[in-house]
């Protein structure tokens, strides 16, 4: 049974009735699976665009069995785009999609919510994929099976309570964007994460280091279909690497991985490996200072980790 807290404040809540039920949308399934009816609990969202966020905070039963966490668009709701199920009796999570009348694949993460105990869910909205976390733990990237744009509803059904929900959407970002690193610079291992939509011919992004240097320039040409990488010492650039795929496309949204690694600037686009930058530095677990983005991009995410 989902029980709601009387306290809600943070989303609007109310028992869904008037669309499609997640007890019709999930029949077949349930009655397999001999779930206990129960009284299912809709919450609203703003709809998703790639970049934002949304958090379930609530309380799993004492003797639950399993949860569904739904996630769809009001204006198809027999559309399970995003389906979180914690199952107590198999000790795992599955997630899937349920889409015109069909279940997908299922595919299967840790079991990290307990019994009596309280969960924070969280779901990032990313290009390719939805990055699903659960007190604070990363469980599972789930690579998009149909549209994200305009997702605004989450149906709870099953053997929790709920106890609260936030979402957080992405904020504009006027380029360029200068920005530092934790602790003064991009150590080893550490990556940039950048989610964005590119908006006209070019745009850049430049690890600085000391003294104007340039230590990783990386530039997407659209005319020419081309990305180069560089480096500038004391004034003057490198040798130029164009090797490789364009992976972008205009006005598409697109996730780029920028690793440290011990020897060179790792870069993964959309999911795949892109390519490797040798670094040009003597000291790349130091040297990296601060982060540059300009050009003719929409940032919608950005992150160190």
Not at 83 to 112: C, K, M
Not at 144 to 171: F, K, M, Q, W
Request: proline share 5%; hydrophobic share 35%.
């Amino acid at each position: 049974m989902v029980v709601v807290n009387n306290g809600w404040s943070t989303c609007a809540l109310v028992i869904f009735k008037t669309l499609v039920t997640a007890a019709e949308l999930l029949n077949d399934r349930a009655q397999a699976l001999e779930v206990p009816d129960s009284t299912p609990v809709l919450l609203k969202l703003r709809p998703l665009k790639a970049g934002d966020s949304f958090s379930i905070e609530g309380r799993i039963n004492e003797d639950a069995n399993k949860v569904d966490f739904n996630l769809y668009s009001s204006a198809n709701p027999k559309q399970n785009v995003l389906h979180v199920n914690p199952r107590f009796y198999q000790n795992t999570t599955v997630i899937n999609s349920y889409l015109d009348g069909h279940w997908g694949e299922e595919e299967l993460a840790p079991l990290v919510f307990r019994r009596g105990e309280s969960f924070t869910l969280e779901v990032n909205v990313y290009a390719t994929y939805f990055e699903i976390s659960c007190n604070g733990r990363k469980l599972h990237k789930y690579k998009h099976r149909a549209p994200y744009d305009g997702l605004d509803r989450i149906v709870i059904y099953g053997d929790c309570t709920v106890l609260g929900s936030s979402s957080n959407e992405r904020s504009d970002t006027t380029l360029p964007l200068e920005m530092g690193f934790p602790g003064g610079s991009l150590k080893t291992n550490q990556s940039i994460i950048l989610y964005g939509i590119p908006r006209g011919d070019r745009w850049t992004l430049e690890l600085p280091g000391d003294d104007g240097d340039i230590l990783f320039h990386f530039k997407a040409l659209f005319k020419a279909n081309a990305v180069i990488r560089n480096a500038l010492f004391d004034g003057s650039w490198g040798k130029e690497e164009k090797e490789g795929p364009f992976p972008f496309k205009m006005g598409e949204p697109f996730s780029i991985v920028f690793q440290n690694t011990p020897y060179s600037i790792r870069i993964t686009v959309n999911d795949e490996l892109f390519g490797a930058f040798v670094h040009r530095t003597e000291h790349p677990e130091v040297d990296y200072k601060g982060m540059k983005v300009d050009g003719d991009l929409e940032v919608l995410f950005v992150d160190v980790e």
